[in-house]
């Protein structure tokens, strides 16, 4: 029961992570940050941050 929650965890981490590549802090940065807090926490920061600037 233990192994099936931090495989949904990691799973749900890389998700985010793929959410968040565009984003300011990149894939792992949410990928982490979903890691250690939730990964519906991790979400939230995704949908709160700035798109990462673009460089020309």
């Known amino acids: 029961m233990v192994i099936a929650v931090v495989v949904l965890t990691i799973l749900l981490s890389y998700i985010v992570g793929k959410i968040g590549k565009n984003r300011k802090f990149g894939f792992w ?5 979903s890691i250690f807090l939730t990964p519906l926490i991790g979400l939230l920061l995704v949908l709160a941050s700035d798109p990462r600037p673009k460089t020309s």
Request: charge should be neutral; glycine fraction near 20%.
């Open 29 to 33: 940065g949410y990928f982490f940050c």
